[in-house]
C-alpha cells in the first residue's frame, strides 16, 4: 500500500518488509513500527526501533533500513523544500526519537499518525481529500511544536558543529534547488563567504569543483526519474536542472558509460523485481487488526436531530416591537437615491421607524466640500435629504462624522475608500 506520486509533499506509505540499503535523499522521514522490529542505520548510528517506536530522520542523512520478517510500519515523506520555505532557514532540523527519549509528546504524535492512517484505510489509499491533507498537516505542526531543534538548543558550539552545519547548509541548499539554475556566487551569499573561500572549501571537502557536485546531484535525481517513470528524456533534463537534453546526455554518458536512452532500454529489458516486496491485501489486513486492537476507529457520523414545530396561521396577533425606534440608513450621500427612499417608506410604514440615523453629511456626493477655502457651501443636496425625512414623518439623526465606504469582494479582501479627517 504505497502512494508513488512524485509531487505530493507529505506522502504516506506502508509496508511489511524492509530492506534498504545505505542511502540519502532530500525528504524529512518519518518511520513508525506498529509490528515487529527495525533496525535503522543512520550514519555510524544504529537505532533500535519496536513496535509504537516513532523516529525522524533528517534530509540528506545517509541511513539504512532492515526489519524482522513480522515487520509492519508506517512512512511518512515530508518534502524538505516545504518545510525550508515555512521556517526560512537552510538549516531545519528535527530530533524524533522515542527510543531515546519518551514523553507525552511522543503519545500525541503516535496518535495524531494513528489517526492519518485510520482515515488512510477508511479512504482505500486516496489521499485527495482535505481531510487527509489537514492531518498530514497536522502531523507536521506536532513535530515543529515539540521536535524542532532550535539554534540555542544546540549542546556544543564548536569548530567541528560549525563545520558539519556548513555542510548541511551546503547539502541542504544545492539539494532543494537543484533543479533550477543555481550558480557558486547564489550560494556563497546565502552563506556570507566569499566566492573564493567557498570555491576552495569544495575542493577541498567534497574533492570536486561545485559545478561538478551540482551535476551529481541532478544526475542522481535524474537516473531515479529515468527508471522509475515514463517521463521524455528531454523534460526530465529541463526538470532537473540541465540546461539542454544535450548537456544531460553529455554528463550522463561520462558518469554511467552510456546514453539515458540506452539505460532506460536495458531496465525494461530487466523487469527487475523491487528491493521492498509487498502485498497490499495483506497489509490493509493487518493494519487494519493494528488499528481495531489499538481502538482507532472511524468516527461515526452523529445522525441529525430533528426538530418539528407546527403553526397556525389562521389567528395573528401583534410582533412585538424588538427593533427600537431608530433605522440607521448609513451614508447621507444613499438618501438621494430613490430606491433607498422607496424602501425607507415600506420599513417606516411596516415597522414604525422614528428616526434615520445618517453620517457623512459633507462629501462630494453632498456637494459640500469643508476643507474649500472660498467658504462657499452648497446645501441643496442635504436639504433634499432632510425635507425628505420631515416629509415621511420622521427626525433625522445626524452623524456629523465622514466614515469610510468599506466594499466587500470575498470574505478575505475589501476595499476601504473614502477614509479622511474633516475638521469643525
Sequence with gaps: MEETRRKEKIRLSVYNLAEEREHFHQDIELLYVMEGSLDVVIGSQTTHMKAEDI??????????????????????????????????????????????????????????????????????????????????????????????VQTADKEFVNESDKFDE????????????YNRQISLKELSDKLYLSNGYLSRFFKKNYSMNFAEYLTNIRLFHAVDELLNT????????????????????KAFKKMYGETPSAMRKK???????????????????????????NQISQKEEQPIEKMKDSHSVKTKELVRNYWGNTLNIGMAADLLKSEVQEHLILLKESLGFKYVRFCSPFTKEMLIELNETDNKYNFSRLDGVLDFLLRLGVKPHIELGSKPRIILYNVQNLRVAGTRDVEF
Aim: proline share 1%; with cysteine; net charge neutral.
Design 166 to 177: 556548513r555542510i548541511q547548509k551546503i547539502n541542504n541548499y544545492i539539494r532543494a534547488n
Design 230 to 249: 515514463n517521463i521524455p528524456i528531454t523534460r526530465i533534463a529541463f526538470d532537473n536542472g540541465f540546461a539542454s537534453a544535450a548537456v544531460f546526455n
Design 55 to 148: 523516529l525522524l530522520i533528517n534530509a540528506n542523512k545517509k541511513h539504512s533500513l532492515k526489519g524482522t520478517e513480522d515487520i509492519l510500519y508506517a512512512q511518512l515523506m515530508i518534502e524538505y523544500h516545504m518545510v525550508s520555505d515555512v521556517f526560512k532557514s537552510m538549516n531545519v532540523i528535527f530530533w524524533c526519537d522515542s527510543t531515546k527519549d519518551e514523553s507525552e509528546r511522543y503519545n500525541e504524535l503516535r496518535n495524531a499518525v494513528k489517526e492519518l492512517l485510520n482515515h488512510y484505510l477508511s479512504a482505500g489509499g486516496n489521499i485527495a481529500s482535505f481531510a487527509h491533507i489537514s492531518l498530514c498537516y497536522h502531523i507536521l505542526d506536532l513535530l515543529s511544536a515539540y521536535f524542532l
Design 267 to 293: 531496465s525494461k529489458g530487466q523487469k527487475n523485481e523491487p528491493k521492498r516486496l509487498e502485498n497490499s491485501k495483506e497489509i490493509e489486513e493487518r493494519l487494519e487488526r493494528y488499528l481495531i486492537v
